[in-house]
């Protein structure tokens, strides 16, 4: 799994956590849905730093909030 996997994943698993669809968590951090859906979507996985930011200011919780689970830490160095 890499880096933009993970971070759909734990966008996912916060969503599912607070009952939040993805167009809501859209709404909730002020970017289109379809920037939304972008990065669920497996084949595209589109997602920048400045979109990660907006989403965690929408759910209202820090960016070291976000990156502290494990499966970040679990990390390996991604070589392109």
Sequence with gaps: MNVKDI???RFAEICRERGIA???LATLSGVTPSTAYSMMNEQRRDVSIVTIKKFCDGLEITLG???SA???DALEQEIC
Aim: no cysteine; charged share 35%; proline share 8%.
């Design 7 to 9: 971070v759909a994943k």
């Design 22 to 24: 993805v167009n809501e």
């Design 65 to 67: 909030e976000f990156f």
């Design 70 to 72: 494990p499966e970040f």
